[in-house]
């Protein structure tokens, strides 16, 4: 297994008290194989991520818990300046707003090149042909003249390119995307996400794809993880969960997606908000939004119920909601 | 970028126009400058009628500018009373200030920035809270006490600094007055460097920058700096000609005969050729500060381009 994520937990010290973000997490991601994150914001799926790559802002951020073994070595257990060789050589992170997250005073070229004169003690020159390279690479049309633009002369989908390319710099066997295509034009997602996949299957890389989009995991994912409050309450393989999901929550999520042939009706949506991270309820942390929840909701937390051999759920009605049952 | 240097320089006449009216006219206000000199007692009436048409004072103000400006172009900016050129006094006193602001700059930019980057990192630690309060004292305290504690402890108490400068004012001489010339800009930009780097610590790019396993090292210096030194940049550049005008007290203070002390005599003096004369160089300087700064600013920021 190329990445081993066990029960991971991250709190966040405020001023208000101890912010559970991350409670308990598990997944695992081979090498080539796609692993979609879905769930709400402020369910930890970012947190998560910020975690394995090891970019958490600590303090507020803590780990508290758990393993993350990249290639059988526990990166939680490296010294710093080991863990820094990993970032970008061997896992890299694509963010989800491009223009913000490139440096505005820096040419393209010169962020490009950075990795390769960090990372592979390349001569500036070098690195300058390399960060040509990688732009035709993600099909930059012109990157000879480009490479020395700034980031604000790039279209949207132009500078997640851009981005994209700046994490396959050194071909890490990892990418983790936190939402790549929420900051753009529909056509333009389509684009980066093949592109993406594109480049995925010719460097075999694993890939985490966190997103709130179904439509967008439905074509590329493997597997799924939905998250909410800080745990995982469902995994599966992708066409599992689109055909019957085994929790609640994915239910709604999955019913709250528009379809065409329920045109001028209402959108579903799930009622209630996420609960507040400082103050999670008791039980399954879902059971105040949950339409099955029972009493024994609201007084044991499900564990990761195991549902067939690749799939999990975390409720304790699970079967009902698999054959879709009132109960 | 020509265009816009082009421009900027052309707006620059009305606004020397303006300042040097200004400074002319208000001179003239404040007092008789034939008067001044006298002192006490009246003039004498056919000495003061003599000098009045030397000086041409006896001309409408509006003539005496023209002619003043005229004079202007060709390099000559009057004669003081005592009969020295005022270019003179200007060339002895430039250079003398020039040096000393040099130092203050320097002191800016080494301690100023230093400071406001530790600072920044360690927002809310004893050591931030410390550099805060100290930075809130210098702002708060007169340079003139400043100055003066500094010329006691360092020039008479200790020995260390000779307390009264030599008039031709070496390098060596001018560190602590430019120390204390420098100390309110000094802690200006100690907080705006370190608001500056505590916000974009924070920022999508210097997570990036992390997330691409840069040495620390790297990512403060060459992202997180880099950004956050331009408002810095602008602050210390308008502040040159601020300080080079703004000297008066600490070049009384250390007996300093640069810009800040002929003034002081000439207002002193009431002698309104050299009060003028280096108030025009002053606000010469301070335009052609500002106009490298604005260019300076698109250099650093990229996305700023002039049209």
């Known amino acids: ?327 | 970028m020509g265009r816009y240097v082009i421009r900027r320089l052309l707006q620059m006449i009305p606004v020397f126009i303006g300042t040097t009216l200004l400074i002319f006219v208000m001179v003239n206000v404040l007092g008789d400058p034939i008067q001044g000199l006298c002192g006490d007692k009246a003039c004498d009436p056919a000495t003061e009628a003599q000098l009045r048409s030397e000086f041409g004072l006896d001309k409408p103000l509006w003539q005496q500018y023209l002619t003043y400006m005229g004079h202007l172009f060709e390099g000559n900016f009057g004669t003081a009373f005592n009969g020295q050129p005022v270019i003179d006094l200007i060339g002895t006193a430039f250079p003398v200030t020039i040096r000393l602001t040099i130092i203050a700059i320097i002191f800016e930019i080494i301690i100023g920035i230093a400071l406001g980057v530790l600072t920044g990192l360690r927002r809310g630690s004893p050591s931030d809270t410390t550099v805060l309060l100290l930075t809130l004292v210098v702002i708060s305290v007169p340079t003139f006490v400043t100055g003066l504690v500094a010329q006691l402890l360092f020039g008479v108490k200790w020995n260390l600094i000779q307390p009264s400068v030599s008039p031709d004012a070496p390098f060596d001489q001018l560190v602590l007055p430019g120390l204390v010339l420098a100390s309110v800009s000094l802690a200006y930009v100690t907080r705006l460097t370190r608001t500056s780097i505590a916000e974009n610590r924070r920022s999508d790019y210097v997570r990036t920058a992390t997330a691409k396993g840069l040495p620390r090292r790297r990512v403060i210096v060459r992202h997180l700096l880099r950004n956050s030194l331009i408002p810095v940049v602008t602050f210390i550049g308008t502040d040159i000609g601020g300080l080079m005008g703004g000297a008066i007290v600490t070049e009384r203070i250390f007996n300093i005969h640069g810009v800040g002390f002929q003034l002081y005599q000439g207002i002193l003096r009431q002698n309104s050729q050299t009060v003028v004369g280096f108030v025009t160089v002053l606000v010469l300087v301070f335009l052609v500060a500002n106009l490298l700064v604005d260019l300076l600013y698109a250099v650093l920021d990229p996305r700023i381009r002039y049209a």
């Not at chain 1, 600590?58 to 939680?76: A, C, H, T, Y």
């Not at chain 1, 500036?124 to 049309?141: C, F, G, N, S, W």
């Open chain 1, 1 to 327: 297994m190329l990445l081993e994520v066990r029960d991971l937990h991250v709190e966040f010290h405020t001023r208000e008290g101890v912010a559970k973000a991350v409670n308990g997490v598990s997944y695992s991601v081979d090498a080539g194989e796609t692993l979609a994150v879905l769930g709400e914001s402020g369910s930890g799926k970012s947190v998560t991520a910020q975690a394995i790559m090891g970019i958490l802002d600590v303090p507020p951020g803590r780990i508290s818990g758990g393993e993350v073994l990249f290639k059988g070595r526990d990166l939680l257990k490296l010294k710093e300046d080991q863990r820094r060789k990993v970032r970008g050589a061997e896992m890299a992170m694509i963010f989800q707003d491009a223009l913000s997250s490139l440096n505005p005073v820096l040419s393209v070229g010169q962020q490009l090149g950075e990795m390769f004169i960090v990372h592979r003690g390349m001569s500036r020159k070098d690195a300058r042909t390399k960060a040509v390279e990688l732009m035709d690479r993600v099909r930059i049309p012109a990157a000879r003249e480009r490479v020395g633009q700034y980031p604000h002369q790039f279209s949207g989908g132009m500078r997640q390119r851009i981005m994209i390319a700046m994490a396959l710099a050194l071909e890490p066997s990892l990418i983790i995307a936190d939402e790549p295509t929420t900051a753009l034009d529909v056509t333009v997602q389509a684009q980066v996400m093949d592109l993406l996949a594109e480049l995925q299957r010719e460097l075999n890389m694993g890939l985490i794809l966190i997103t709130h989009d179904l439509g967008v995991v439905a074509d590329v994912a493997d597997k799924i993880a939905v998250m909410y409050a800080g745990r995982i309450v469902e995994t599966a393989p992708v066409h599992d969960i689109y055909k019957a999901p085994a929790h609640p929550y994915t239910r709604g999520l999955l019913d709250s997606i528009p379809r065409l042939d329920q045109k001028g009706q209402d959108l579903y949506a799930i009622k209630g908000l996420p609960p507040n991270l400082l103050n999670i309820p008791p039980g399954c942390a879902f059971n105040p939004r949950c339409p099955r929840a029972r009493e024994v909701c609201t007084r044991d937390e499900p564990p990761l119920y195991e549902v067939s051999g690749t799939r999990r759920s975390a409720c304790h009605f699970w079967r009902e909601t698999l054959d879709d049952v009132d109960i």
